[in-house]
Nanobody, 123 residues
Framework: QVQLQESGGGSVQAGGSLRLTCLGS?????MAWLRQIPGREREAVAT????????YSSDDIKGRFTISRDNDRNSMYLQMNSLKPEDSAMYFC???????????????????WGQGTQVTVSS
């Protein structure tokens, strides 16, 4: 069993930055950040594999967010810059050992989940 714990969420004004951290008991090969707004489905933001490059859900996200990982520390990060009000959501860390690792991976495909950390961006 892999335990995941997010931290780093908070409230910022538009244009600000936040850095999310996901600390795990282990570091599965595929790790991802997803987000969810109440009443909407969870959506992938970015993924990263131990042996591959990161993937992002859109060019807009790619231009403002950076996903990274530190396998020695069983950690994954999401640096979020130029935050917009529409980025407000609960952000989740998710992971799995095997299979495709991309933003088109169905959220049901992840074996392990954190509890989430809230990000609120005010205009």
């Amino acid at each position: 069993q892999v335990q995941l714990q997010e931290s780093g969420g908070g409230s910022v004004q538009a244009g600000g930055s936040l850095r999310l951290t996901c600390l795990g008991s282990h570091a599965p090969h595929c790790m991802a950040w997803l987000r969810q707004i109440p009443g909407r489905e969870r959506e992938a933001v970015a993924t990263i594999h131990t042996s591959g490059g990161p993937t992002y859900s859109s060019d807009d996200i790619k231009g403002r967010f950076t996903i990274s990982r530190d396998n020695d520390r069983n950690s994954m990060y999401l640096q979020m810059n130029s935050l917009k009000p529409e980025d407000s959501a609960m952000y989740f860390c998710a992971a799995k050992w095997f299979g495709r690792c991309g933003v088109d991976t169905d959220s049901d495909g992840y074996q392990y989940w954190g509890q989430g950390t809230q990000v609120t961006v005010s205009s």
